[in-house]
């Protein structure tokens, strides 16, 4: 159990982790001395001073060996607060040594301690917002980093087998998607290896769950009702999903903070980005989920100022009856939003092509059945476009 009183060991091994961790205090005579002082309470019984002492790892232990060391104690460490420590100090080490890294956690992948570093099903007992903890996060990101950066042999096999069915594990998926964000977007082209490797994994996640989704379909639409590990995986990958679709959207750069919008817009498309996103978003929109198409659509929103008719397309495709989203309306400011700005600005993209002509029929018609006014007045201003 952790004790924060204020014990005289306590504040003794804290006072030295603390000027361990100062630059002046290291290369003083007296920076050995401290070393070997807090050495001993690495292994302390008491794991409060254990964890306190913990956290200087890196610095009393010589880099060759901090790995193995790091391992060693994870392996055999049972305290909560203590792991987290050295979870903590496992994923600062591992740009440094990502292999020896990746070694680590296959060993901790054979421990029931570590379920997060296995393919094993989630339990589904348990809320699926409740499934995940700070270690587990800090795992994840580990193990991101490790596949799609490092392409390290424990971490890659473990994300693939994840992607197999990732309807099992929804919340560590969850989480993992989110923290791709950061992979997604790159500043330079230095990182267009990584972001592909992360849109290679997005895009394998969003095909299972569209898989999964349309498979539900069917089994409604022949009238077989769904048993509860079915219905919980077509929930789960739904989730998922959405995940994505959240992802890619703030990736994207489409987000604009109510603060900014008074100013004018002139942000721009990543050209790769674009490229890269299209085929995932055109997989989700199969997923027919108001919550997934509203991303969609204002992702697309944003991609249309590099792929005009692309995006557009798409949309029409979205904005087609059966998914609820006609009904919502955010899905109807939106949608008709866009149709306005296309006809007020690229009008001649819709003119000249008679399948985006189609689209925008489409389009009107669905939110005209749905019984959106604008989209009644919208038809009757270009009745002549459709007759």
Request: hydrophobic letters at 40%; aromatic letters at 6%; glycine letters at 4%.
């Amino acid at each position: 159990m952790i004790a924060w009183d204020g014990t005289a060991p306590n504040l003794a091994v804290n006072g030295l982790t603390a000027l361990l961790g100062r630059d002046e205090w290291r290369a003083h005579p007296d920076g050995e001395r401290i070393r070997r002082l807090l050495r001993p309470f690495l292994d302390s019984a008491d794991e409060t001073l254990r964890m306190l002492a913990t956290m200087s790892l890196p610095l009393l232990i010589e880099p060759e060996t901090l790995t193995g060391n790091l391992c060693e104690r994870l392996s055999r460490e049972h305290s909560a607060q203590v792991c987290e420590v050295l979870i903590g100090v496992l994923a600062a080490r591992a740009p440094n040594d990502p292999e020896g890294i990746d070694a680590c956690l296959s060993r901790l992948a054979a421990n029931a301690d570590w379920p997060t570093l296995t393919a094993e099903p989630e339990d589904r007992s348990i809320p699926l917002k409740e499934r995940h903890s700070e270690v587990g996060d800090v795992l994840i990101q580990v193990l991101l980093h490790l596949a799609i950066v490092r392409t390290t042999s424990f971490a890659s096999a473990l994300l693939a087998s994840w992607e197999q069915a990732p309807e099992e594990r929804p919340a560590t998926i969850g989480r993992l998607v989110a923290f791709s964000r950061s992979y997604l977007n790159p500043p330079s082209e230095k990182g267009a290896k990584v972001q592909a490797r992360a849109f290679d994994l997005l895009a394998n996640l969003a095909e299972s769950c569209a898989a999964i989704n349309a498979t539900a379909r069917q089994k409604l639409s022949s009238g077989t009702r769904p048993d509860v590990d079915q219905r919980q995986d077509a929930e789960a990958a739904t989730w998922i999903a959405h995940c994505i679709a959240q992802e890619i959207y703030h990736a994207s750069g489409a987000f604009r903070h109510p603060n900014e919008r008074s100013q004018p817009d002139e942000r721009d498309v990543s050209a790769p980005f674009c490229s890269l996103s299209f085929p995932i978003i055109e997989i989700l929109a199969t997923v027919r989920n108001a919550a997934i198409l509203h991303h969609l659509v204002q992702t697309l929103a944003f991609l249309s100022r590099r792929e005009p008719r692309r995006a557009f397309m798409a949309v029409a495709k979205i904005a087609a009856p059966g998914s609820g989203y006609e009904y919502e309306s955010i899905g109807e400011q939106e949608v008709l939003d866009l149709v306005e700005l296309y006809l007020a600005e690229r009008r001649h993209i819709i003119l000249d092509d008679p399948q985006c002509l189609s689209g925008l029929r489409q389009i009107l018609e669905t939110f005209v059945s749905a019984g959106s006014d604008r989209a009644i007045r919208k038809v009757q201003d270009l009745a002549e476009l459709f007759t």
